[in-house]
């Protein structure tokens, strides 16, 4: 069984994929905290402004099995598109890592679909990913220690780059925090790209062009 909050078409806004056409599939539920406004004092990432909370989405639900969610990933696909290639879906939550597992991975590979993930780095990845995104939090202990893409929402006082930038990842960003000081978190994480040129800026661009 797997719980879903949405599914829906877009383009991907942030990171290496940038521009990217892609379904992004919503799990339910994370390890940081519980969603609700009531528990935010309490979380580990203070700063989430995602809706993870129960399964009322567009296109969300509880799917039984892993050929059910691929079928509904590929009719949001269908829907919205005529082309059958470069299919990408990008598994989000929450933390998707709960549920994500190697047959909901098959299963979508069998649609067609490249498949991303993007994390809090807390659990272990099923194989078969073809895209690891890690967004590591604060306080929040890192399993993952290897992927494709790690974004870090800058500045966090307890989560600084240079904590990170020695795994194995093959993309580093920083992403300004998003909130009251956007203006001078961008600022500061200019700086730090241009000081550290390991880095690449990301910016949620979603949110600059109105898309969800």
């Keep these: 069984m797997y719980s879903i909050k949405e599914i829906y078409y877009t ?28 528990d935010r004092h309490k979380a ?8 993870f909370v129960g399964t009322d989405g567009p296109g969300g639900g509880r799917f039984p099995d892993a050929e059910s ?14 082309a059958d290639d470069n299919r990408y879906v990008v598994c989000t939550g929450g933390e998707p890592l709960l549920q994500l597992d190697k047959a909901a991975i098959d299963s979508l590979h069998a649609e067609g679909f490249l498949v991303a993930v993007e994390t809090n780095g807390t659990q272990d990845p099923p194989p078969g990913l073809d895209w690891i995104c890690m967004s590591p939090k604060a306080l929040a202990p890192v399993k993952l220690m290897k992927g494709n893409e790690l974004k870090l929402v800058f500045p ?5 780059p240079d904590q990170f930038e020695n ?11 998003d909130g009251p000081e956007l203006e001078e978190n961008t600022a500061a994480a200019i700086a730090y790209c241009l000081r550290f040129p ?3 800026l990301s910016v949620q661009t979603h949110k600059v062009i109105g898309v969800a």
């Design 69 to 82: 969610l691929a079928l509904a990933v590929n009719q949001v696909w269908s829907d919205h598109t005529e």
């Design 198 to 200: 390991k880095w690449k």
């Design 11 to 38: 383009l991907q806004g942030e990171g290496a994929h940038t521009g990217r056409p892609a379904v992004f599939l919503r799990f339910a539920g994370c390890n940081l905290w519980t969603g609700r406004e009531e």
């Design 167 to 177: 795994m194995e990842f093959d993309h580093y960003f920083l992403q300004p925090m």
């Design 156 to 160: 966090q006082e307890q989560a600084m």
């Design 44 to 51: 580990v990432c203070q700063f989430c402004d995602t809706d």
